[in-house]
């Protein structure tokens, strides 16, 4: 199974400042026939079902801030939350969807400082 | 509009049997391998199981395989997961997911594994 290690695993972010979340894989997610990394992202907040934000690494969801962007290729893997909004409180995962199982990172808890 | 909607949880005893229904609207499941997924209290999101498009095919995590079996009825477009054996580490939120990496989700049902 692929292991999806997230750093940190908890951070405080002023409002408006920049948010960065890591994410690395045990192996590739990079599938070199279509240059594709199967690496999501999601926004997890109490009560709510996961929301998908970022795809392919870097594809925003429809409707997805553009605040939220996904950078990364291979092993290493970045979310960047540019400028925090208080809605953006939330847990983060990132998951990869390059083989079965589709393991998912432990976690990064985003709060306001 | 899609729709995805969670049921079947409940507060079982250790050993005993439960299943869980997904019922969806507003997609065609038959084009989508559909899973199910679990977070237990104070904890991160765990993928339990997945189940191919014609529902001929089907995985399991570790924790589970053996007494969970998923299964779907794309005529319905429902999924269900058949939970047997059950043990206190399965107590979680479950929440089924249409196809990986998932935009649509059920709002999850609870399963209480206590005695």
């Known amino acids: 199974d692929i292991v999806m290690t997230q750093s940190p695993d908890s951070l405080a972010v002023s409002l408006g400042e920049r948010a960065t979340i890591n994410c690395r894989s045990s192996q590739s997610l990079l599938y070199t026939s279509n240059n594709k990394n199967y690496l999501a992202w999601y926004q997890k907040k109490p009560g709510q079902p996961p929301k998908l934000l970022i795809y392919w690494a870097s594809t925003r969801d429809s409707g997805v801030p553009d605040r939220f962007s996904g950078s990364g290729s291979g092993t290493d893997f970045t979310l960047t939350i540019s400028t925090l909004q208080a809605e953006d409180v939330a847990v983060y995962y990132c998951q990869q969807y390059f083989s079965i199982p589709p393991t998912f990172g432990g976690g990064t808890k985003v709060e306001i400082k | 509009q899609v729709q995805v909607v969670d049921s079947g949880g409940g507060v079982v005893h250790p050993g005993r049997s439960l299943r869980l229904s997904c019922a969806t609207s507003g997609l065609n499941i038959s084009k989508f391998a559909m899973h199910w997924v679990r977070q237990a209290p104070g904890k991160g999101l765990e993928w339990v199981a997945v189940v191919s498009l014609n529902g001929t095919r089907t995985e399991y995590a570790d924790s589970v395989k053996g007494r969970f079996t998923i299964f779907r009825d794309n005529s319905k477009n429902t999924l269900h997961l058949q939970m047997d054996s059950l043990r206190f580490e399965d107590t979680a939120l479950y929440y089924c997911?249409?196809?990986?990496?998932?935009?649509?989700w059920g709002q999850g049902t609870l399963v209480t594994v206590s005695s």
């Open positions: 997911a249409v196809a990986s990496p998932t935009r649509h």
